[in-house]
């Protein structure tokens, strides 16, 4: 972008310098110019931000953007403005399209695609595998060269813990993390929701959190075999934790995301047998929503990302037993994390704003997450107070599958700025 935006009276939070105050923001051709006080530019638009929050543009390293393959459930461009709408800069997409993102033709289009639709930045994560099959690893060196950020077979983890440790030797060198959606497949096979008092009391088939607990377990003692840097996507567990606490105060080369749902909402939710509250993992106890919010409070969480799963209704609509997993996040995550954590008092604002910048631009080791001079101009504006009820049939998505429809909230986005341009404003 050419020309210059100036963004005044907002209270600048930015958690890479440590910065917390009143100040202006001025952008030029797409970077940060300056930041400080009584900034003038009479050529630049001006946006006016007195009593809003100005961070570094939210990033969001695990969303489902369906394309190629999978359009009619989501595309670059839809997921790309819902990401907008949500306050979110850069994205990070999952490889599970069709085909799956295991090769550098398949990075290659979703990079050039992304670049032709898409109002946020678009950063891909290949596949482990060659088809997430978790037998023979993926081109992964060739896939590092047009563009992935990371390797993960999300949604089918690697069940071979002789294929990880040479995905994790391989990541090591090309200095990429891996990342896993941790669930032992044999003993969640059959499952629908947490196992547990409720799956008994609503006669549905449990997957156990020790599903989770032991491949969590297995990665970290690969990780710390290899000395790779491990992710584990989506924790949700007590134990599971419990164990990466330990695993860092231990050297080991690991880092955590949790999701927006599973510190707002528990498995009594499921009492209704609605499918919009059938996720991976899924919605657990209320004994291990808390032990995902100590972890954020504690400090063990490196990240907030929304694990955006979008299915279409002829879907998701569909027998509780016989629908697939997943929810939309990605316009809610904000709304929910200021809830749930800083209108609570669990955690301060500035610990919020790292959740969703400097801490997954460190994990992936992007020159992004920041509002340091020179660095992309990728901005959110947000309000503590704004009340507004979230109506799914609104949604920039393509997909409506999100169990927070009619839920009320304080404190939303209010624009969206990427390289400099307002891609979305809530006016």
Not at 5 to 13: A, D, F, M, N, S
Not at 288 to 310: F, R
Not at 362 to 383: S, W, Y
């Amino acid at each position: 972008m050419t020309g210059s935006l100036l963004i005044t009276g907002g209270r600048v939070i930015d958690p890479a310098s440590g910065g917390d105050g009143q100040a202006d923001v001025l952008v030029r051709d797409g970077v940060i110019e300056a930041v400080g006080t009584g900034l003038v530019d009479n050529e630049a638009v001006r946006f006016d931000a007195t009593g809003a929050i100005v961070a570094p543009g939210f990033i969001d390293m695990h969303v489902h953007l369906r394309e190629p393959g999978i359009e009619h459930a989501e595309t670059i461009e839809t997921g790309a403005r819902a990401a907008a709408a949500g306050g979110f800069t850069t994205i990070c997409c999952m490889p599970n399209t069709s085909p799956v993102n295991d090769s550098a033709t398949v990075t290659s289009y979703i990079v050039q695609r992304a670049r032709e639709v898409a109002c946020v930045n678009v950063l891909p994560i290949g596949a482990i595998t060659k088809g997430s099959l978790g037998a023979e690893l993926a081109s992964i060196g060739s896939m590092r060269e047009a563009g992935i950020v990371a390797i993960s077979d999300d949604g089918r983890p690697v069940m071979n813990a002789r294929v990880m440790r040479r995905a994790m030797e391989l990541a090591r060198v090309l200095n990429i993390p891996v990342i896993d959606h941790c669930e032992d497949l044999d003993l969640s096979a059959g499952g629908d929701m947490h196992e547990g008092a409720e799956s008994v009391r609503l006669g549905l088939r449990g997957i156990p959190a020790a599903s989770e607990d032991v491949m969590v377990a297995r990665d970290l003692l690969l990780a710390e075999l290899t000395g790779a840097r491990f992710h584990v996507a989506h924790l949700s567990t007590t134990r599971s934790m419990a164990m990466v606490a330990f695993a860092k105060v231990h050297g080991v080369r690991v880092s955590c995301e949790v999701t927006p749902h599973h510190f707002a909402l528990t498995d009594h939710e499921l009492e209704t047998y609605d499918s919009n509250f059938k996720m991976k993992p899924p919605l657990r106890c209320q004994h291990d929503a808390e032990a995902v919010i100590q972890g954020i409070v504690d400090g063990v969480v490196d990240a907030i990302a929304t694990d955006h799963a979008p299915h279409a209704g002829s879907e998701k609509m569909q027998e509780f037993e016989r629908c697939p997993f997943g929810i939309t996040g990605l316009e809610t995550a904000l709304g929910l994390a200021l809830s749930e954590l800083v209108h609570k008092d669990r955690i301060p604002l500035m610990r919020l704003v790292q959740l969703f910048t400097t801490g997954p631009a460190n994990i992936l080791n992007l020159n992004r997450g920041t509002l340091a001079v020179g660095a992309p101009a990728d901005i959110t504006i947000f309000d503590l107070r704004t009340e507004w009820a979230y109506d799914v049939q609104q949604s920039y998505s393509k997909s409506r599958n999100s169990p927070f429809h009619g839920r009320r909230f304080r404190g939303a986005p209010l624009a969206t700025i990427v390289g400099g341009e307002i891609v979305w404003n809530r006016e």
